[in-house]
């Protein structure tokens, strides 16, 4: 049997850009990415704290080292710059090696830094 797992999750950034008129997804900073081992493009959950929204979307490599977290395109009407958010992934393995696998967690510090 397969079943979805949390495979990573970045607990608790800041909004920096909410960018209307870009393509949609969310950029994120690539140390913040790697940190939680995601890579571009991949689909993602975007979960903000302050309003309750939950949006699927994918990730965009943000500039290293730079704390962006931007809602772009559509995405960007489900927060606002400062707002706090979790970005989430998941996996799907089997049942058994579920089991024993541990998400990769990440609890960025202020200005989204590791």
Same mark, same amino acid.
């Given at each position: 049997? $397969?079943? =979805?797992?949390?495979?990573?999750?970045?607990?608790? &950034?800041?909004? @920096?850009?909410? #960018?209307?008129?870009?393509?949609?997804?969310?950029?994120?900073? =690539?140390?913040?990415?790697?940190? &939680?081992?995601?890579?571009? #493009?991949?689909?993602? $959950?975007?979960?903000?704290?302050?309003?309750?929204?939950?949006?699927?979307?994918?990730?965009? +490599?943000?500039?290293?080292?730079? !704390? @962006? &977290?931007?809602? #772009? !395109?559509?995405? &960007?009407?489900?927060?606002?710059?400062?707002?706090?958010?979790?970005?989430?992934?998941?996996?799907?393995?089997?049942?058994? =090696?579920?089991?024993?696998?541990?998400?990769?967690?990440?609890?960025? +510090?202020?200005? #989204? +830094?590791?």
């Amino acid at each position: 049997m $397969q079943i =979805e797992v949390l495979k990573s999750k970045v607990h608790r &950034a800041v909004l @920096t850009e909410a #960018n209307l008129n870009y393509v949609g997804s969310l950029t994120l900073d =690539e140390d913040l990415m790697d940190a &939680a081992n995601m890579i571009e #493009n991949e689909k993602i $959950q975007v979960v903000n704290v302050n309003n309750g929204e939950r949006i699927e979307t994918y990730l965009i +490599k943000g500039k290293r080292g730079s !704390g @962006t &977290a931007c809602l #772009n !395109g559509p995405a &960007a009407r489900k927060g606002a710059v400062g707002d706090i958010i979790i970005v989430i992934s998941y996996a799907t393995m089997d049942f058994e =090696e579920a089991k024993t696998f541990k998400p990769s967690i990440v609890f960025p +510090k202020e200005g #989204n +830094k590791l």
